[in-house]
T-cell receptor, first 114, second 111 residues
Framework: AAGVIQSPRHLIKEKRETATLKCYPIPRHDTVYWYQQGPGQDPQFLIS???????DKGSIPDRFSAQQFSDYHSELNMSSLELGDSALYFC?????????????FGPGTRLTVT | AQSVTQLDSHVSVSEGTPVLLRCNYSSSYSPSLFWYVQHPNKGLQLLLK??????LVKGINGFEAEFKKSETSFHLTKPSAHMSDAAEYFCFYSGTYKYIFGTGTRLKVLA
């Protein structure tokens, strides 16, 4: 069965650089979520999109932005990177209807900021 | 406010013995609750879900969980642990614009 695809799987950036993470949801899933998991921590919700519109916002820094495109893939853009942004970033997708609640996670992108 | 509490940060069991990972929730609404497993340096795999249907939920790899509204609990169990079960387990609440993970329970399986 098709799963959520995230790219790249690993990314190394320097402080103050920018990074773009991509997420391709499971086919026919219309909702995408982004999470950040710091070392030894539980995942924290960042932001979600439903039908290309932002549906909810969690603890996403102002330096980060995201969008969902017409093909439902999503990109998380991170600017002015800080050491503390080093984490595993997960994308998840949900099938319709909205608020089906069931989320399927991708393998994550490990971002290291040096 | 909604919350999820995993009562044990670490659990150790011997191979072949039962597993119990505890999760309590707080919610004013009927919750949707999930258990995910995360192996080292891997993503989150859905084990099972409760979405207001049967209170006893069966998942993959022999895991099951029982939703008990009176106790606000959703504990994860498995009759017999296998070495491959060693991982981090997360209880997850998903509701109307609320997505909350518990702090995780690291399961160690002893040979």
């Amino acid at each position: 069965a098709a799963g959520v695809i995230q790219s790249p799987r690993h990314l190394i950036k320097e402080k103050r650089e920018t990074a773009t993470l991509k997420c391709y949801p499971i086919p026919r899933h219309d909702t995408v979520y982004w999470y950040q998991q710091g070392p030894g921590q539980d995942p924290q919700f960042l932001i979600s999109f439903y039908e290309k519109m932002q549906s909810d916002k969690g603890s996403i820094p102002d330096r980060f932005s995201a969008q969902q495109f017409s093909d439902y893939h999503s990109e998380l853009n991170m600017s002015s990177l800080e050491l503390g942004d080093s984490a595993l970033y997960f994308c998840a997708s949900s099938p319709p209807p909205l608020l089906s609640y069931e989320q399927y996670f991708g393998p994550g992108t490990r971002l290291t900021v040096t | 406010a909604q919350s999820v509490t995993q009562l044990d940060s670490h659990v150790s069991v011997s191979e072949g013995t039962p597993v119990l990972l505890r999760c309590n929730y707080s919610s004013s609404y009927s919750p949707s609750l999930f258990w995910y497993v995360q192996h080292p340096n891997k993503g989150l795999q859905l084990l099972l879900k409760y979405t207001s249907a049967a209170t006893l939920v069966k998942g993959i790899n022999g895991f099951e969980a029982e939703f008990k509204k009176s106790e606000t609990s959703f504990h994860l169990t498995k009759p017999s642990a296998h070495m491959s079960d060693a991982a981090e387990y997360f209880c997850f609440y998903s509701g109307t614009y609320k997505y909350i993970f518990g702090t995780g329970t690291r399961l160690k399986v002893l040979a």
